[in-house]
């Protein structure tokens, strides 16, 4: 017996993904529903073999549904999560919007998948920040072996993580560089992308870090531990799709660099690819498509006691959004549910 399963957001880049890897993973779907705004209804949209026509997500009634993929925004997830919540659908949001809210659990399913049991209080589980998610699942078993005291993190943000518009800039602004007479102004990024970097992602707030910033502090305290201390500087990058990071760590007990690199090797969700040689590393454009947490570059950090630095590269489609929702699923299944 499957599972009567809800996409929020299907036409978009991240609930597109979530279909694709419910298809993929074989998830135990035994009825699927693809909402979206009215503005495109009944729009069809791939799910496996089969195609779905879009439902309009204002009038949609969650009653007997079990699961609710969120792929929507903080606005509409704020209408619409709690009356599928209250219907009794499992919400699994992709927005900021209850990631810090103390009753509801914020998962990565590496990290810790044991707070799914937290569901019950309300029928609600968030899905971190794309940046967060690929980060704590290469930190996760290295604070295992060594506790982690500090984290230094710059990220490497692809324009996907700003949705279609950003796709869609970066491209147009590409093209415009090479054809006279059709630049085209930023809109979407408060300075032109192409073949450029821009260190602001989201606003900025009253100390000078911006929001994304924030969010992975906050988030990796919730997820991993609240005694970490975590800086991070966030760039947005003229690359369509894949976040990567470079990541400096402090540890409270000695730690090496080989014994780090045997520990991620066997990590779960992590794929260490890290030779000492040119192209020895991975791109953020050979991991499109892919599951798993790329780890390249780990090497000791001698100016502190106990340091790994590390890069780390993620698909923030997947991994970073519609992956980890749908391993939320499985874990909501196999430990919550029990239907399938």
């Known amino acids: 017996m499957g599972y009567k399963v809800v996409v929020a957001g299907a036409t978009g880049n991240v609930g597109r993904e979530m ?48 699961i609710a993929l969120f792929a929507v ?6 209408i ?32 810790n998948a044991d707070q799914i049991f937290m569901v019950k209080n309300k029928n609600i ?11 704590v699942v290469a930190l996760k078993p290295l604070h295992d072996r060594a506790r982690i005291k500090r984290v230094v993190v710059s990220t490497y943000q692809s324009v996907s993580g700003a949705g279609k518009e950003g796709i869609d800039e970066l491209w147009n602004q ?16 408060t300075k032109q992308i192409a073949f450029n970097v821009i260190p ?16 992975m502090v906050a988030e990796t305290k919730k997820i991993l531990d609240p005694k970490i201390k975590v800086v991070a500087t966030c760039v947005r990058v003229p690359v369509f799709v894949g976040h990567s990071e470079a990541i400096n760590i402090e540890f409270e007990e000695p730690l090496d660099w ?8 066997e990590a779960p969700g992590v794929l260490l690819i890290d030779k000492r040689e040119p192209g020895g590393y991975i791109t953020p454009i050979e991991c499109v498509g892919e599951y798993a947490t790329y780890v390249s570059r780990v090497r000791q950090d001698s100016t502190i006691d106990n340091g790994i630095s590390l890069w780390c590269v993620s ?26």
């Not at 589980?125 to 980060?135: K, V």
């Not at 007479?181 to 979407?188: D, R």
């Open 19 to 66: 279909l694709n890897i419910l298809a993929e993973r074989e998830f135990p779907v035994d009825e699927i529903a693809a909402l979206a705004s009215r503005k495109s209804l009944g729009t069809e949209i791939s799910f496996g073999e089969k195609t779905v026509r879009t439902k309009d997500l204002e009038t949609f009634d969650f009653t007997g549904w079990d």
């Open 73 to 78: 925004g903080s606005e509409a997830t704020k």
């Open 80 to 111: 619409y999560a709690p009356r599928a919540a209250a219907a009794g659908c499992v919400v699994i949001d992709n927005s900021s919007l209850y990631r810090y809210d103390p009753q509801i659990p914020l998962i990565v399913p590496e990290v």
């Open 125 to 135: 589980i968030a899905n971190p920040n794309c940046s967060t998610a690929q980060m």
């Open 174 to 189: 590409t093209k415009g560089i090479y054809v006279p007479g059709q630049e085209v102004a930023p809109k979407k990024f």
């Open 200 to 215: 602001q992602i989201d606003v900025f707030l009253d100390d000078g870090s911006t929001k994304e910033e924030w969010k």
């Open 258 to 265: 080989q014994e780090a690199q045997d520990i991620l090797r």
């Open 315 to 340: 698909d923030n489609l997947r991994k970073g959004a519609a992956l980890n929702a749908v391993q939320i699923a499985e874990v909501l299944g196999n430990r919550v549910l029990k239907k399938g």
